[in-house]
């Protein structure tokens, strides 16, 4: 099962544990526990989570998953809710995610394989999809040891 967490920015955490470690370390406070509490969670039954990013608008983009399924992408408002899903199935009917960025114009880029039934490699994907989800473009270069680029 894939669980996703999502806590405040790290800036947003980052200069307020500052300012306590600086207290701690003047004698002014004693060491304090602090423990980030997620924004939100999600969860995927039977998915596996490969790669998340977050776009310019601060959504979040997951991909990952399912045995004997197509690469799913999902994407997340900044509250948690899920704004779309789609399963990349020009990809193959079997396809792993391994990375996933974004670009400043929203689109997200998603790299991966497609497996056969015994998850063994057969080719190298690369694929690029807008903002909405829609596949823009997409490579596969056959091989198992092979590179997809565009």
Not at 44 to 55: E, I, K, M, N, Y
Not at 58 to 76: E, H
């Amino acid at each position: 099962m894939m669980r996703l967490l999502r806590t405040a920015p790290l800036r947003a955490r980052l200069l307020p544990k500052l300012g306590l470690a600086l207290l701690a370390l003047l004698g002014a406070a004693t060491a304090a526990q602090a423990q980030l509490a997620p924004d939100w969670s999600a969860s995927l039954p039977a998915a596996t989570g490969t790669a998340v990013a977050l776009d310019r608008d601060n959504n979040s983009l997951v991909t990952g998953w399912t045995p004997g399924a197509p690469l799913q992408l999902s994407k997340y408002g900044p509250a948690g809710g899920l704004l779309w899903q789609r399963s990349l199935t020009a990809l193959g009917a079997a396809s792993r995610s391994l990375a996933l960025v974004t670009d400043a114009a929203g689109n997200s880029i998603i790299s991966g394989t497609v497996v056969d039934t015994t998850g063994v490699p057969q080719a190298a994907v690369v694929a690029k999809v807008d903002a909405a989800g829609a596949l823009l473009w997409q490579d596969e270069t056959a091989g198992r040891f092979n590179i997809a680029w565009r």
